[in-house]
């Protein structure tokens, strides 16, 4: 069956890094899209960066522009989200997302915690 199993998330100081993976399995991921979404408590879910099928194109959202990175490996099926000069306003519960044309899968997400 389809499967997204997020990890690396935690509690993090200000300014600190993280790493998130997203581990894909019974779908062919290299036909997918993939995306990070996060939703912070009391707000609505938020897509972060988004990277193509190939990898070559990436996309993020203005607040985390230079200071996060997308990226995947096709051959492992996986997807990453680099996590750097973390700020307490990233705290979320991170998701990854899989999409091509109507077919969309989700994982159960990953909590970051940015505190002092």
């Known amino acids: 069956q389809v499967q997204l199993v997020e990890s690396g998330g935690g509690l993090v100081q200000p300014g600190g890094s993280l790493r998130l993976s997203c581990a894909a399995s019974?779908?062919?991921?290299?036909?997918?899209?993939m995306r990070w979404y996060r939703q912070a408590p009391g707000k609505e879910r938020e897509l972060v960066a988004d990277i193509s099928e190939s990898g070559i194109r990436t996309n993020y959202v203005d607040s985390v522009k230079g200071r996060f990175t997308i990226s995947r490996d096709n051959a492992k099926n996986t997807v990453y989200l680099q996590m750097n000069s973390l700020k307490p306003e990233d705290t979320a519960v991170y998701y990854c997302?899989?999409?091509?044309?109507?077919?969309?899968?989700w994982g159960q997400g990953t909590q970051v915690t940015v505190s002092s």
């Open positions: 019974g779908f062919t991921f290299r036909r997918y899209a």
């Open positions: 997302n899989a999409a091509y044309f109507t077919n969309i899968y």
